[in-house]
């Protein structure tokens, strides 16, 4: 018998997808709500002696591989190392193809490049200047250690003669990775040249969901010119970096949302990191106003609840509202902390490192979406006949006639 058929027979499909989707007997089927469609009421089935799911609303089904693949974004190669790794059988002639060496690859050059800045940030002497930072913006050792912050030095190639020259990796792949930027080729020989992409920054490391650094948001230090690349540069597209499927702080919250059965959603990675400070682990960064149908997908897995913090601009905001719906239709609670109530805080991050008893109670006291909605729409028209029409308007755009 070969491995894959092997493998496939020994893992047991139902405690699988347990681990992302509730699901409950029925008859001789296992039952749940699909995690690839939206739904209220369960239309995904697992078979246990088949050892297949198949969801009758959208038509997605197929075995443990495919599942994973579909759920996790994996190649077939990851698919079949995790499930070969969860019932202890050793792989032993398993040729990954082109896309997979590739993906590993970047993966590698990621996590290198993680390695290499955190080392700079916290060790080094070019990260002095960024370490009196942090720390005067409040940032922990603890929380540089857990979210594995760095630093990226002043220069061209710091970077890439580290890589290029140290780890042997190919100038081709650190661009692909993300981490480099071509520049002219030579007229002369013709040769491609390349740079490092971050430069005199802060460094975060943007993790997929299982917790491989995919990618990096770089923050300008205080003094540099804002203006060279703006106040955050990203890693753009990459074959394993994909923004709408990123949750800044997800794979180290995962669990607490898990037991809380609640996500907190705020702006950006200094958000995340003050909550996660001032004790709301399953805190993460939405990287935006707008959620993305995979970042809910993500959300929906560990949790039934998810808590926004938004601003009174944003309560009007469509991109914002667009998301909550979205949200909403899946079936998620949702429920919003008003940050106006932060008074003189401008975002939660400022807010949680400055009163973190504050932003604790704030977020216990979230209330539901469309309450939040009235009581924003009330302070920005006022309760006037004029005011009136307008909340009126907003609450409930396409009156059925
Ligand atoms: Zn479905």
Redesign the pocket.
Known sequence: MDQVEEIKGKTDIVELIQEYVPLKRAGRNYKGL?P??G?KTP??MVNPELQIFK?F????GGDAYSFLQRIEGMEFGEALRNLADRVGVKLVSYRPSQQEELKDTLLQTNYLAGEYYHYVLTKHNLGIQAREYLKDRGVTNEAIEIFKLGFAPEGWDFLLSYLSGKKGFKEEDIERAGLAIKSQSDKETKKQSYYDRFRNRIMFPLNNPRGQTVGFSGRVMPGADEKAGGKYVNTPETEIYHKSGILYGYDLARSAIKAENTSVLVEGQMDVIGSWQAGVPNSVGVGGTALTDRQIELLKRVGETVIMALDADQAGDAAARKGIEAAGKTGLIVKVVDIRKGRKYKDPGEWATDDPDGWKEAVKKAVVVYDFYLDSAVSRHGLDVVGKTRIGRELFPNPKK
């Open positions: 699909c690839f469609h739904e239309s995904f969801c609303g959208c038509g997605e």
